[in-house]
């Protein structure tokens, strides 16, 4: 029998997260201040962010220590598992050798803990004591309420209304590790009452969820905010990902010809594949694909430019790709993926052409989904299976191609609470939806009036 | 920092079963058919069991080999980790060392594809094409659907009608691996039928999705009858878990002196003890715990009598610790433990004081659950959260003790699809219930008429 799982002893995960500031070919361009066009410095963001954490934001050296308190966190499910997916090849019939990075065995599902157990500790050492946060389909929510609940800070997390309905189980997870979560709009903010006035049945949006997290943060004493992806420091702490997952292919004497993650906000794809890019700088030959849904589009058909990460303008003007922040994505199952920015990071070495973007539909997606499912056992995320969809298809093409191939994909989470999708594919009421050039067009008409980046 | 986690190299992977009825100080009492109260044989089970798992339930072989089809599939996901629970060691502020063996990173989430992964393989070599089960809570109907979609076997799914609406998660589960899931009493068999037609509202019950999934097996080609604990064959598969263990604690240097396992039917705690009740037999001094909910007090306080496997009194009759088969316990959140017998294997090492039987209570082993989310990060399934009641306690009593001690649990679950106990927990909705004397005495009535095992 051929060796499907490669472990990696606890005394060999990483001591280090890997920083790609300090090898980018191009630098990252400034967040601006929306009112001035100027820089945004650190102090500007002291309001919600512990002063430790700007630090890792701005920060330009390669390695960052990972504190023992983090990684005494980690070790509770890592160094996660690299896996050969061999049932999935059988079933291809194909030459390549199919890798993932298994995510899934987190506490909370994901690989979301890597950034929450290291934001929960940071802030409890600049002496906070208490984290706001938003959550749309509830991933992240779950996460930081994990990391809160491992380092004894209180947590409020205000949940988009229609998932905090739609989805009970998920909240019942943060109340278990003993965090507060309310369906936002909430009266608990002036914003969130202004809004419930207007409309008492509002069902919420990302948008309004992130305003009423940061106005809980500003206006709480010892409370700071915290946020899931599309930040530095958050793509910074997933790099652990990829840093294991490159000791483990050197244990197996291979090296991944292509690697593959879905992209949202871009923080799983970029805590896989950094290390890799880091490589590819230095003259290495690999493919490296980031996934999105063509739904939302945002890579692969937006303008790269300055845009608020939120839908309510609260944020710094940020460089990436974007679809305007008030994009509103077709409701499709994959709710980590439908959001209209992408991580500055991720955009730059986009734009660099260190990563390739793809879209890929989600009918294509939920297919390679149960595929994964009757082969290999696990039942993925909806995020991940855009993934898969691209990995199938490499797999395929290396067997036209009668070439054999190393591919590597990011397993970013199960989809054990997200099974609704599943049932709506299987019963065939799903549909794909590619964005018209003209809705395109209209949504990014917002972009007008701000700055230009390079 | 100390190792927390002991993975096994997959070339370690035990390649036989563990038979204890080899080395049982008294040999098993043979099952009665109702009618004729004689000894049943393998052609009375051949209706609904095939052959080779026959030969297996009967078998005194003390090793079994794993065939390779079987331990290709268990490489999805085994060898399960065995982990240090340092996070709860040091709340607790014990001088015992916790261990566990996490069960809960298979596919379905449980300990129950170790059996079901098996009993497909051995339907599909015995030239089945299709399997019918009941599940109660879903576990067990998940676990075989995973089975039935690694080996190509059609599966129909009789889930009691209360769960299959208060869970629709488990029944998608189901579906994903392209099982068919039908609410019972359902109008697909003869007695499902006639229970709707008196009742078209029956919220149906084990003994009747049981009954169902018999009639399906016995009525249809190719069809066989599939059971996910209480008999030998299934307490067989699961003892890969043990072995594992074994093999993991000798990495470490360490051996247990404390086994506990939560026990319903009886098959997680099998697999996890079993191994080491061998050493135990043979000499080794150590204590072996089965725990079961103070609702549902089977091997703590009920008698041991020849009873029916199932409410609607349709398998032969066992010999083994029992509340009669019509027992109907108080709806507690852990459905996997509100089974009224045992299986026959445990509670023979339970009368010849092999393993010793205790009871804790719903609030008592929430109270658990919560710590353990709350410092291990893993949400436990209610059922194994009964295990973790005795381990807290074993460990404080470490503590007054002033001893070290070397503690070993099977955690058998996740609870990520079990969250509404938790939630009622927390809102302070849960109540204990101990059952009254006379309430036993008058459950047990039933078994009168039967049989008396020696």
Same mark, same amino acid.
């Given at each position: 029998m051929e060796i499907q799982k490669v472990f990696l002893a606890e005394s060999e995960i990483p001591r280090q997260w890997y920083n790609i500031q300090a090898d980018m070919p191009t630098p990252l361009q400034?967040? =601006?201040?929306?009112?001035?066009?100027?820089?945004?410095?650190?102090?500007? =963001?002291?309001?919600?962010?512990?002063?430790?954490?700007?630090? *890792?934001?701005?920060?330009?050296?390669?390695?960052i220590d990972i504190p023992d308190e983090v990684l005494e966190k980690f070790l509770l499910w890592r160094p996660t598992p690299l896996q050969r997916a061999t049932a999935l090849e059988k079933y291809l019939d194909t030459p390549a050798k199919i890798y993932f990075k298994d995510e899934s065995v987190s506490p909370a599902g994901s690989h979301k803990p890597n950034t929450a157990i290291a934001q929960a500790y940071y802030n409890?050492?600049?002496?906070?004591?208490?984290?706001?946060?938003?959550?749309?389909?509830?991933?992240?929510g779950c996460a930081l309420s994990l990391g809160c609940s491992m380092f004894g800070l209180e947590l409020?997390?205000?949940?988009?209304?229609?998932?905090?309905?739609?989805k009970p189980y998920r909240q019942l997870m943060m109340k278990t590790w003993g965090a507060q979560c309310?369906?936002?709009?909430?009266?608990?903010?002036?914003?969130?009452?202004?809004?419930?006035?207007?409309?008492?049945?509002?069902?919420g949006?990302?948008?309004?969820?992130?305003?009423?997290?940061?106005?809980?943060?500003?206006?709480?004493?010892?409370?700071?905010?915290?946020?899931?992806?599309?930040?530095?420091?958050?793509? %910074?702490? *997933?790099?652990?990902?990829? %840093?294991?997952?490159?000791?483990?292919?050197?244990?197996?004497?291979e090296y991944p010809d292509v690697v593959i993650g879905c992209v949202g906000g871009g923080s799983n794809f970029a805590g896989l594949a950094f290390p890799f890019i880091r490589d590819k700088i230095h003259g290495k030959d690999l493919s490296i694909v980031a996934v999105e849904p063509t739904a939302c589009p945002t890579i692969t058909r937006g303008p790269f430019?300055?845009?608020?990460?939120?839908?309510?303008?609260?944020?710094?003007?940020?460089?990436?790709?974007? %679809?305007?922040?008030?994009?509103?994505?077709?409701?499709?199952?994959?709710?980590?993926l439908r959001y209209h920015g992408m991580s500055p990071l991720v955009s730059q070495l986009v734009r660099d052409k260190l990563v390739e973007p793809r879209s890929y539909d989600q009918l294509q997606s939920y297919e390679a989904g149960v595929i994964f499912?009757?082969? *290999?056992?696990?039942?993925?995320?909806?995020?991940?299976?855009?993934?898969?969809?691209?990995v199938i298809q490499e797999a395929l093409k290396a067997k036209e191609e009668g070439k054999s191939k190393n591919i590597l994909f990011n397993l970013s989470g199960h989809g054990l609470l997200d099974l609704s999708g599943y049932d709506?594919?299987?019963?065939? %009421? =799903?549909?794909?939806?590619?964005?018209?050039?003209?809705?395109?067009?209209?949504?990014?008409?917002?972009?007008?009036?701000?700055?230009?980046?390079?």
């Open positions: 400034p967040p =601006l201040n929306p009112a001035t066009g100027q820089p945004v410095g650190p102090d500007d =963001l002291a309001p919600i962010f512990p002063m430790n954490l700007i630090e *890792q934001e701005v920060s330009t050296e390669r390695w409890k050492a600049f002496g906070i004591k208490r984290l706001a946060t938003e959550t749309g389909a509830g991933q992240w409020k997390v205000y949940m988009v209304r229609v998932s905090y309905e739609q309310v369906p936002s709009p909430s009266s608990d903010t002036q914003f969130g009452r202004k809004l419930l006035e207007e409309d008492p049945d509002c069902s949006s990302l948008g309004i969820a992130i305003s009423e997290a940061i106005e809980d943060a500003v206006s709480t004493a010892d409370t700071k905010y915290s946020l899931g992806s599309v930040l530095n420091h958050v793509m %910074l702490h *997933q790099t652990i990902i990829g %840093l294991e997952s490159q000791k483990q292919m050197k244990t197996v004497g430019a300055y845009d608020f990460g939120d839908t309510a303008a609260t944020t710094p003007l940020l460089p990436m790709f974007t %679809l305007g922040h008030n994009f509103l994505p077709k409701p499709i199952h994959a709710g980590g499912a009757r082969t *290999q056992g696990t039942i993925c995320a909806p995020e991940t299976n855009h993934a898969i969809a691209a709506a594919y299987l019963e065939g %009421l =799903l549909t794909d939806y590619h964005m018209p050039e003209d809705e395109i067009q209209e949504a990014v008409k917002v972009l007008n009036g701000y700055p230009k980046p390079k």
